[in-house]
């Protein structure tokens, strides 16, 4: 429960980035959540109250403008996992061009509706695309 309890002080103090807080609510929050970390007896939960302390400016200035950095820590996250992959490459302009393309690349269209037609019947598959031929 004091676990649950913590959390939902959590809560409610990230959720004042939805609103027009001003200092005096984002300061009693704040203190909400730390005292009742520090007053437990759960370790986890002091530890948590020690790394929200020590990031409350970052955390403060999301509440006050609602910017975050969460788009930038994905698209670094992509370029190090195709670097990863990409390691075996024979030279390095081949690695810079494919996390280069990786990382600019554009979400695929998720609005086009699945045609789950059959792609034998001619006209049935996407545009310029033959239907696959049967074994003879």
């Given at each position: 429960?004091?676990?649950?309890i ?23 929050a704040h ?6 970390c520090?007053d ?9 109250a ?16 609602g ?15 195709v ?17 280069r ?5 554009e ?14 019947r ?15």
């Open positions: 429960m004091t676990a649950w913590a959390k939902e002080n959590l809560r409610d103090l990230l959720a004042l980035a939805r609103t027009v807080a001003d200092r005096r609510q984002l300061v009693h203190w909400k959540f730390l005292t009742w520090a437990t007896d759960v370790s986890e939960l002091r530890q948590l020690v790394t929200v302390d020590r990031w409350w400016t970052e955390t403060a200035a999301f509440i006050d403008t910017h975050h950095i969460a788009k930038n820590e994905g698209i670094n996250r992509v370029i190090k996992l670097a990863r992959a990409a390691f075996g490459f024979r030279n390095a302009e081949n690695q810079r061009i494919r996390t393309c990786v990382a600019t690349r979400p695929a269209n998720t609005s086009a509706p699945l045609n789950f037609e059959d792609t034998d001619p006209g049935s598959g996407p545009p310029g695309r033959r239907a696959p031929r049967r074994p003879a």
